[in-house]
């Protein structure tokens, strides 16, 4: 049974830091690529960031560059995203996602984890 567990989401103040992990049972995330989502009230649902452990490629969106972080920790097949310097735009529901590849391409999401939610108060 595939499933995608994620955790660690709440409310922080800006300028906070959140770590949140995506705890991954069924499979690896050598199996699959890994894609955090996240979607703001009234807003879409984007691409934040993206892990391949395949190519090692590790992608960010712009909106999140230099203050985000995707990481793994084989051990426990979680996968993390450290959130530091956190703005009010960055307030939304996160999502973490397994692509239906190895690789951080345009291929669609084949599993979805349960959304956890981030808050940053100004």
């Known amino acids: 049974d595939v499933q995608l567990q994620a955790s660690g989401g709440g409310l922080v103040q800006v300028g906070g830091s959140l770590r949140l992990s995506c705890a991954l049972s069924g499979f690896t995330f050598v199996d699959r690529a890994i894609r955090w989502f996240r979607q703001a009230p009234g807003k879409e649902r984007e691409g934040v960031s993206c892990l391949s452990v395949s190519d090692g490629e590790r992608n960010y969106a712009d909106s999140v560059k230099g203050r985000f972080t995707i990481s793994e920790d084989h051990a426990k097949n979680t996968v993390y995203l450290q959130m530091n310097s956190l703005k009010p735009e960055d307030t939304a529901v996160y999502y973490c996602?397994?692509?239906?590849?190895?690789?951080?391409?345009?291929?669609?999401?084949?599993?979805w984890g349960q959304g956890t939610l981030v808050t940053v108060s100004s």
């Open positions: 996602a397994a692509l239906s590849s190895w690789f951080c391409d345009q291929s669609p999401v084949e599993y």
